[in-house]
T-cell receptor, first 112, second 117 residues
Framework: KNQVEQSPQSLIILEGKNCTLQ??????????LRWYKQDTGRGPVSLTI?????NTKSNGRYTATLDADTKQSSLHITASQLSDSASYIC???????????FGGGTRLMVKP | EAGVAQSPRYKIIEKRQSVAFWCNPI?????LYWYQQILGQGPKLLIQ????????DSQLPKDRFSAERLKGVDSTLKIQPAKLEDSAVYLC???????????????FGPGTRLTVL
């Protein structure tokens, strides 16, 4: 069964600090992995998408990494801002791109 | 570019009542998805359409849930009758084309928050 596990479930950090969110998956065969940011009361918004051959991708202060061998991904947030407070969802597609498996998300709170 | 529109934004009903949600995808997007997101969890796909045809509805509780996309544009999701466990946010998303789904970005609407009492 395809699964995506995210950790931690929730995280509180101080403004300006860095943090790293983890995503482990068992989806096979693998096509791509996406990170979404979901603000409270809003729909998810795509941050990054990585295919099998990519091991890192950046979007501003967000940097995602992918290790397809260990089936792990991380999302690193640099110099956090209050607006980074949100849920971050990891989504993995199978080889045909026909099945998306969503992780449960990590709820990040950035405090001043 | 206008985003995915959903209405209503909030709905409170009693169990056993019926409810319908509406979604208007981004113009030109062939693929439309409905997700159920229970508080504290990631979204769960209920149904996906390619134009006006159903591609996958394997996780749709068909005894009470139904969805349609008659003209390949707007879509409605209905629950009849609702149960307490249906309380969730119902997200609609669209993307350009299912064929490119492997790398195609889904754009999500703001969701409809349903509370069943």
């Amino acid at each position: 069964k395809n699964q995506v596990e995210q950790s931690p479930q929730s995280l509180i950090i101080l403004e300006g600090k860095n943090c790293t969110l983890q995503c482990n998956y068992t989806v096979s065969p693998f096509s791509n992995l996406r990170w979404y940011k979901q603000d409270t009361g809003r729909g998810p918004v795509s941050l990054t998408i990585m295919t099998f051959s990519e091991n890192t991708k950046s979007n501003g202060r967000y940097t995602a990494t992918l290790d397809a061998d260990t089936k792990q991904s991380s999302l690193h947030i640099t110099a956090s801002q209050l607006s980074d407070s949100a849920s971050y969802i990891c989504v993995v597609s199978d080889n045909a791109g026909n099945m998306l498996t969503f992780g449960g998300g990590t709820r990040l709170m950035v405090k001043p | 570019e206008a985003g995915v529109a959903q209405s209503p934004r909030y709905k409170i009903i009693e169990k056993r009542q019926s409810v319908a949600f509406w979604c208007n995808p981004i113009s030109g997007h062939a693929t439309l998805y409905w997700y159920q997101q229970i508080l504290g969890q990631g979204p769960k796909l209920l149904i996906q359409f390619q134009n006006n045809g159903v591609v996958d509805d394997s996780q749709l509780p068909k005894d009470r849930f139904s969805a349609e996309r008659l003209k390949g544009v707007d879509s409605t999701l209905k629950i009849q009758p609702a149960k307490l466990e249906d309380s969730a946010v119902y997200l609609c998303a669209s993307s350009l084309d299912l064929q490119d789904r492997g790398t195609d970005t889904q754009y999500f609407g703001p969701g409809t928050r349903l509370t069943v009492l």
